[in-house]
């Protein structure tokens, strides 16, 4: 029997699989701290241009598993012959207004038009920068299905995705792709909402996506937590397993991970090799935008950890020999 638990509520708030807050100082300590801090948060020098070569995609990847890092949280995934897109946020901001809010440091590398033809849409869950409305809009009138966290697919609907079109999805829930691929929304440790007074009234989740011969992880945003163990006991072993290190703080250590909890996650899943996302796109938290890939590659070869660390844009094979491009260096 399965060890990984459906979801919990209280009330109309869906609830963590264990004790968590959002945000554990002030709110006056932590603006101090990010008005008075001294680190390189926004790039100095303009990152890019990342650019696409789609014809790539003409062409499947010769070990069966592709990834092009489109920024943040957004993954174009080709495996076993089939492609899925992670939490699309091409907006200029991560916010619910054009005019204000966290700017993208860099343009993303393909537009949505230019996409090859999708499988799926995954979304993990609500946040501005997982889930753009601008983006969504552009994806009305193609035929994908999108498979979402309990209470997202709303939004959707709001946007104009047509019902039919939505799969919503608890945590153990799993659905099968084209025979041969399997897509299972698994536990997170985090919170939803797109404001104040709707906060925790829709789900957070990660994913476990398996084709016929790849098995991979997509964490999307994830406190550290115990249930990294039980998904990679009864999920794994992982080709792949896709973590968040950015927008760490003290402050809200119980919902974002930060490279340290991350590496430790890793070591859980029982996963051959991990890639660090949400990371060097926006400005969300206090420290320096390369800070987090660079405190990951320490702990990494501390903890015998293989990385993954494709350049924008770029479409790269993944092998358990791994990548890293260092495309952060070439900013310097």
Not at 27 to 46: A, C, D, S, V
Not at 274 to 281: A, E, N
Not at 301 to 320: Q, R, Y
Request: include cysteine.
């Amino acid at each position: 029997m399965s060890t990984i638990p459906v979801s919990s509520k209280e009330g109309r708030k869906f609830i963590n699989p264990i004790p968590t807050r959002s945000a554990t100082g002030s709110f006056g300590k932590i603006l101090k701290e990010y008005l008075k801090g001294k680190q390189e948060r926004f790039p100095k020098i303009p990152l890019g241009p990342f650019i696409t070569d789609r014809d790539v995609y003409e062409t499947a990847p010769a070990s069966g598993l592709r990834v092009t890092w489109m920024g943040h949280s957004s993954l174009l995934i080709e495996i076993d012959g089939k492609r899925l897109l992670t939490d699309p946020a091409w907006g200029h901001r991560a916010s619910f207004s054009k005019y204000f809010g966290p700017i993208r440091f860099f343009k993303t590398p393909l537009e949505p038009s230019q996409l090859p033809k999708l499988d799926a849409v995954v979304l993990s869950h609500d946040h501005y920068d997982h889930l753009d409305k601008s983006t969504i809009k552009q994806m009305v009138d193609t035929d994908v299905p999108f498979y979402c966290s309990l209470g997202v697919g709303s939004h959707l609907i709001k946007w104009g995705i047509s019902k039919n079109r939505i799969t919503e999805m608890d945590w153990s829930d799993t659905v099968t792709i084209g025979g041969d691929m399997s897509i299972t929304a698994t536990p997170a440790r985090h919170f939803s909402g797109r404001g104040i007074v709707n906060r925790n009234e829709t789900l957070w989740s990660s994913f476990v996506i398996k084709g016929h011969t790849h098995n991979i992880f997509f964490g999307a945003d994830s406190g550290y937590f115990p249930g990294f163990k039980d998904i990679g006991d009864f999920y794994g072993p992982f080709d792949l397993s896709m973590l968040e290190i950015g927008a760490a703080n003290e402050n809200w250590a119980d919902i974002h991970m930060g490279p340290e909890k991350a590496s430790d996650a890793q070591k859980l899943l029982n996963s051959k090799v991990m890639m660090p996302i949400h990371w060097g796109t926006f400005n969300l938290a206090t420290h320096g935008w390369r800070e987090p890939i660079e405190q990951l590659l320490e702990y990494a070869f501390d903890k015998n950890i293989t990385l993954f660390a494709p350049e924008p844009g770029i479409p790269t094979e993944v092998t358990p020999e791994g990548h890293n491009s260092w495309w952060w260096e070439k900013n310097k």
